[in-house]
């Protein structure tokens, strides 16, 4: 009896057993890389905003004027995330309720803007209504005008096309999934009761999704408050936001208290975000609200079910096609000469901006063919998809690892996953502006503020992988007398494998289209691609504007090409938000 | 009152649905029973307006409703699962369809209360039903259902999800509700004994069609084939080639009945009869009908003894006074007038 006693009493203490040395290990090497590499620069932004220093910084800055700026990034956001939902609701109802001809196609479509890089979403939207882009040319070539007559880039319009171009596809994926799991009976039980389908919807769809509606809201407007490369590329200098002033006073005026005290508002207002998204409450109705059954799509009835189809698919289509193919089709066709051309110019299609990424011709700017940047690009990604594989296994088989030690050390793990990169590029500035760090010829800073951005991804494909392995494989292996290394080898692996590739693909995709931390860190004579096609597309030239053009088409082929390989690698467990 | 008349419907480009007429009359409970996949389910949500029907029509009163949305037609629809809503409380669900015929809020506030209080719930208004039990959002499915006073209800196998001790104890409330409601309604299920003890009529679907309507006591004793026999649990089916004018031929012998069958020479058919019909050691061997048979076993059920008996092959089951103990060979007779003669 007292042995049963006290097994009885021991085994709630079995689930949050004191953390062996092991599981200590394992934290040493996540824990020291977030403390040099995330929080000792977050510290020295602190020390600079405080520092006797920051008088002077004032004198050239109002608070009135970060207040003003403060308003516009909020103004932007909220009106952003207001049109992205007009947008994206009623698109999700629609693939999540109606069987319609193209409806696979459109919903591809409608996700593929998510996976692409800013720079690539604002060259897009740069030929579509730049001073260069298709509509100009064709107004310009019907009314026989000498300017464009379209003058939407750096003004408002441009940058919220842009903000809902990008972030209609996360409500589209988080309120449709939860959509298209609704038990459909619900509604059918409020028809039969009487309710009309808008009283249906009202009074049961709208009550059920709030949470995920307001869930995907407050991401939307995270990541439209913190958005940078739309912005500089779209926006201009008189619409900054936080972000672009911070690297206008870093970069432009080297006003670093200034850009510390941005950044660290940046940083409050961020982490109140992520802490509402976390607090929205999701109720359990368990299986009440969840259909076990195949999505039950219907065919459209009458002109309004078909009329609303039609509009969301017209929406999409211009939003969302139009820019990628103006961009594709833009690269691939000249238009005027280049500099210091002479003779005649033959217009139409030609491949010769993407010839022109090999050639290193005096008119490209900082001399270097943009077949360097590729190729940096490419290093330093791969460098990445290095540390943050590393950093990754090893911190979520720790955050696996259920422990007291975990369950305290877990918030200091996910705080610096909400950062933004701005403020990664503003404090790797300041604090490692010295040997080995700023070496021009490969900055390791690259690839560590870009396995810092990934790692939340990382982290979310393999946690549930690892949580996924069932121990008595291990237990199995072990008994049958494998040590921890053979355990590891032979059953984890081949069960991570294919999370660790979709998380290995993440990386490489996130490191190659970065801009906002690279913009910060990279050398002027090692630009990434991104860093590159900011300075091509801005400078004067059609050669300039074309070579920007194809960089940005390839790296979204690039993106588009591992996403494609992530969908076929079919993940285990939880979706990826 | 309700006709549906030659409604159709196909799935996964196979006619679940070809043709099937229904009538439901004043006041009358109707049993709509079927193997699981045969388009029970189907043919209430075609007539909820919930699915289009292929072809055929839906009539209420002799008018042509075919084409009004569901919340137009004023019919009440109780699903298996009960799809009560997650996020309202008990009386807030069953005020669902109060609120929505746009009824004054103290109105709403006291047939809510009414209806609590016939299903026994009135205590559990405040309750959220994600808590309740499975009987109890039973219960509250049914009073959600009910209190916007439909013309017609209609149940969706509303005992399928329960076990089986709570189904015997809920059959007899919902039987005292429906009847004490007066209103037709289509109670849906595929399970017979349910069906033969709510039932004022029965109609079973089978293959896309009604194939036999009737009340309880018609479709137990007159069953039109052998399918029907078998689903419904009648007794013991034997197949036979008919050899009129009133015998028929089976593996181990021949039959012989008090009427001249209705058949063709050599015409496939089953031959039906009753445990209780199935006499042991009643005739010697070589009297009409009777057959050497071995005793499997015997089970006490109460008022007789099930003898399970094996002939040539062929199991057959008889209810007798006495147990007979296994292994022992027995005569087995069956009275001519005991057999029916079904089409296959």
């Known amino acids: 009896m007292d042995t049963l006693n006290a097994q009885i009493g021991a085994s709630p203490a079995k689930t949050h057993k004191r953390a062996g040395w092991r599981t200590f290990l394992l934290w040493v090497l996540p824990v020291a890389f977030l403390l040099y590499f995330f929080y000792q620069p977050l510290a020295a932004i602190f020390k600079l905003v405080f520092s006797p220093g920051f008088k002077a910084g004032w004198q050239l800055f109002t608070p009135a004027a970060v207040a003003r700026i403060f308003f516009f990034t909020f103004y932007q956001a909220a009106l952003s995330t207001l049109l992205t939902l007009l947008v994206g609701l009623p698109a999700a109802y629609v693939f999540a309720k109606f069987d319609f001809p193209g409806r696979k196609g459109l919903n591809l479509l409608s996700l593929i803007?998510?996976?692409?890089?800013?720079?690539?979403?604002?060259?897009?939207?740069?030929?579509?209504?730049?001073?260069?882009?298709?509509?100009?040319?064709?107004?310009?070539?019907?009314?026989?005008?000498?300017?464009?007559?379209?003058?939407?880039?750096?003004?408002?319009?441009?940058?919220?096309?842009?903000?809902?171009?990008?972030?209609?596809?996360?409500?589209?994926?988080?309120?449709?999934?939860?959509?298209?799991?609704?038990?459909?009976?619900?509604?059918?039980?409020?028809?039969?009761?009487?309710?009309?389908?808008?009283?249906?919807?009202?009074?049961?769809?709208?009550?059920?999704?709030?949470?995920?509606?307001?869930?995907?809201?407050?991401?939307?407007?995270?990541?439209?408050?913190?958005?940078?490369?739309?912005?500089?590329?779209?926006?201009?200098?008189?619409?900054?936001?936080?972000?672009?002033?911070?690297?206008?006073?870093?970069?432009?005026?080297?006003?670093?208290?200034?850009?510390?005290?941005?950044?660290?508002?940046?940083?409050?207002?961020?982490?109140?975000?992520?802490?509402?998204?976390?607090?929205?409450?999701?109720?359990?109705?368990?299986?009440?609200a969840v259909?076990?059954?195949?999505?039950?799509?219907?065919?459209?009835?009458?002109?309004?079910?078909?009329?609303?189809?039609?509009?969301?698919?017209?929406?999409?289509?211009?939003?969302?096609?139009?820019?990628?193919?103006?961009?594709?089709?833009?690269?691939?066709?000249?238009?005027?000469?280049?500099?210091?051309?002479?003779?005649?110019?033959?217009?139409?299609?030609?491949?010769?901006?993407?010839?022109?990424?090999?050639?290193?011709?005096?008119?490209?700017?900082?001399?270097?063919?943009?077949?360097?940047?590729?190729?940096?690009?490419?290093?330093?990604?791969?460098?990445?998809?290095?540390?943050?594989?590393?950093?990754?296994?090893?911190?979520?088989y720790a955050l696996a690892n259920p422990s007291m030690l975990s369950r305290h050390l877990e918030p200091f793990i996910m705080l610096p996953l909400g950062a933004s990169a701005i403020t990664l590029g503003l404090g790797y500035l300041i604090v490692f502006n010295r040997p080995p760090w700023n070496n021009p010829s490969f900055s390791l800073l690259i690839p560590i503020a870009h396995s810092l951005v990934a790692l939340p991804l990382v982290i979310r494909v393999l946690l549930p992988a690892i949580r996924g392995i069932p121990s008595n494989l291990r237990q199995a292996a072990s008994v049958l007398g494998a040590n921890r290394v053979q355990v590891f080898l032979q059953v984890d692996l081949p069960i991570l494998l294919r999370a660790l590739l979709a998380s290995v693909v993440f990386a490489f995709t996130i490191s190659l289209g970065e801009f906002g931390a690279a913009s910060f860190l990279a050398s002027p004579l090692k630009p990434t691609i991104p860093v590159a096609i900011f300075r091509f597309i801005s400078q004067p030239g059609a050669l300039n504007y074309g070579q920007a053009l194809a960089m940005s088409t390839i790296l979204m082929l690039t993106c588009a090409a591992g996403t494609v390989l992530i969908g076929r690698i079919r993940l285990p467990g939880e979706e990826l938000y | 009152m309700l006709s549906l008349r030659g409604i159709k419907k196909r799935y996964e480009g196979?006619?679940?649905?070809?043709?099937?007429?229904?009538?439901?009359?004043?006041?009358?409970?109707?049993?709509?029973?079927?193997?699981?996949?045969?388009?029970?389910?189907?043919?209430?949500?075609?007539?909820?307006?919930?699915?289009?029907?292929?072809?055929?029509?839906?009539?209420?009163?002799?008018?042509?409703?075919?084409?009004?949305?569901?919340?137009?037609?004023?019919?009440?629809?109780?699903?298996?699962?009960?799809?009560?809503?997650?996020?309202?409380?008990?009386?807030?669900?069953?005020?669902?369809?109060?609120?929505?015929?746009?009824?004054?809020?103290?109105?709403?506030?006291?047939?809510?209360?009414?209806?609590?209080?016939?299903?026994?719930?009135?205590?559990?208004?405040?309750?959220?039903?994600?808590?309740?039990?499975?009987?109890?959002?039973?219960?509250?499915?049914?009073?959600?259902?009910?209190?916007?006073?439909?013309?017609?209800?209609?149940?969706?196998?509303?005992?399928?999800?329960?076990?089986?001790?709570?189904?015997?104890?809920?059959?007899?409330?919902?039987?005292?509700?429906?009847?004490?409601?007066?209103?037709?309604?289509?109670?849906?299920?595929?399970?017979?004994?349910?069906?033969?003890?709510?039932?004022?009529?029965?109609?079973?679907?089978?293959?896309?069609?009604?194939?036999?309507?009737?009340?309880?006591?018609?479709?137990?004793?007159?069953?039109?084939?052998?399918?029907?026999?078998?689903?419904?649990?009648?007794?013991?089916?034997?197949?036979?080639?008919?050899?009129?004018?009133n015998t028929a031929a089976v593996t181990f012998g021949c039959f012989t009945f008090a009427e001249s069958i209705n058949l063709p020479e050599k015409s496939a058919c089953a031959l039906l009869f009753r445990p209780k019909d199935l006499l042991i050691n009643a005739q010697p061997l070589g009297a009409v009908n009777t057959f050497d048979a071995k005793v499997i076993d015997s089970v006490f059920m109460g008022d007789y003894w099930q003898v399970n008996l094996r002939v040539q092959g062929l199991d057959l089951e008889a209810h007798s006074g006495q147990p007979h103990p296994a292994g022992t060979s027995v005569t087995v007779t069956i009275p001519p007038e005991k057999i029916q003669v079904l089409p296959q």
């Not at chain 1, 500089?232 to 936001?241: E, F, H, N, S």
């Not at chain 1, 079910?305 to 690269?331: D, F, G, H, N, T």
């Not at chain 2, 109890?136 to 209609?154: G, K, N, S, Y």
């Open chain 2, 14 to 245: 196979q006619w679940l649905l070809n043709g099937v007429d229904l009538d439901v009359s004043e006041g009358e409970l109707l049993c709509l029973l079927g193997e699981s996949g045969s388009g029970k389910s189907t043919l209430l949500r075609i007539t909820a307006g919930l699915e289009e029907t292929e072809a055929g029509r839906v009539f209420w009163n002799c008018q042509d409703i075919t084409d009004l949305q569901p919340n137009e037609r004023c019919f009440g629809l109780m699903f298996q699962d009960y799809a009560l809503f997650p996020h309202r409380t008990v009386a807030q669900n069953v005020a669902f369809g109060l609120r929505m015929k746009g009824l004054p809020r103290h109105e709403v506030e006291q047939k809510v209360t009414e209806a609590l209080k016939t299903i026994h719930m009135a205590s559990f208004a405040d309750r959220q039903v994600t808590e309740l039990s499975g009987g109890e959002q039973q219960r509250v499915a049914l009073a959600r259902a009910l209190a916007p006073d439909p013309h017609l209800l209609m149940l969706d196998e509303p005992l399928g999800a329960l076990d089986h001790t709570l189904r015997v104890s809920l059959i007899h409330e919902l039987r005292r509700i429906l009847h004490g409601s007066g209103k037709p309604a289509i109670y849906v299920t595929h399970d017979r004994e349910e069906a033969f003890a709510i039932a004022d009529r029965l109609a079973v679907l089978h293959e896309g069609h009604i194939m036999q309507t009737g009340a309880p006591e018609l479709l137990f004793k007159k069953p039109v084939n052998a399918w029907l026999a078998s689903f419904l649990g009648l007794g013991n089916l034997i197949k036979a080639m008919s050899a009129p004018p």
């Open chain 1, 291 to 396: 259909s076990s059954e195949a999505q039950n799509l219907k065919k459209p009835r009458g002109f309004r079910e078909k009329a609303l189809i039609w509009v969301v698919a017209v929406v999409i289509v211009l939003l969302i096609a139009m820019p990628l193919l103006s961009l594709v089709s833009r690269s691939v066709f000249t238009l005027d000469a280049a500099r210091g051309e002479r003779g005649a110019v033959s217009t139409g299609f030609s491949l010769r901006y993407y010839q022109e990424l090999f050639i290193n011709r005096t008119g490209s700017l900082f001399y270097i063919p943009p077949i360097e940047a590729i190729r940096n690009s490419v290093s330093y990604s791969l460098a990445t998809v290095l540390i943050s594989t590393v950093i990754g296994v090893i911190t979520s």
């Open chain 1, 113 to 288: 803007p998510f996976i692409l890089p800013t720079v690539v979403v604002a060259s897009a939207f740069n030929t579509l209504m730049g001073p260069r882009g298709w509509i100009n040319l064709g107004m310009m070539a019907l009314f026989k005008l000498s300017d464009p007559p379209l003058k939407l880039l750096n003004s408002l319009p441009a940058v919220l096309l842009a903000h809902v171009f990008y972030n209609s596809s996360i409500v589209i994926r988080m309120v449709g999934s939860a959509l298209g799991r609704l038990n459909p009976r619900l509604t059918e039980a409020a028809r039969s009761l009487g309710a009309s389908n808008r009283q249906a919807i009202k009074e049961i769809t709208f009550p059920l999704l709030k949470p995920t509606v307001i869930g995907a809201a407050l991401l939307v407007f995270l990541f439209d408050f913190t958005s940078f490369g739309v912005i500089m590329m779209l926006g201009g200098p008189r619409y900054a936001t936080i972000e672009v002033e911070i690297y206008t006073q870093t970069m432009q005026r080297l006003n670093l208290p200034v850009a510390g005290l941005l950044t660290l508002i940046q940083l409050v207002f961020t982490l109140l975000l992520t802490f509402l998204y976390n607090r929205i409450k999701h109720p359990k109705y368990g299986k009440a």
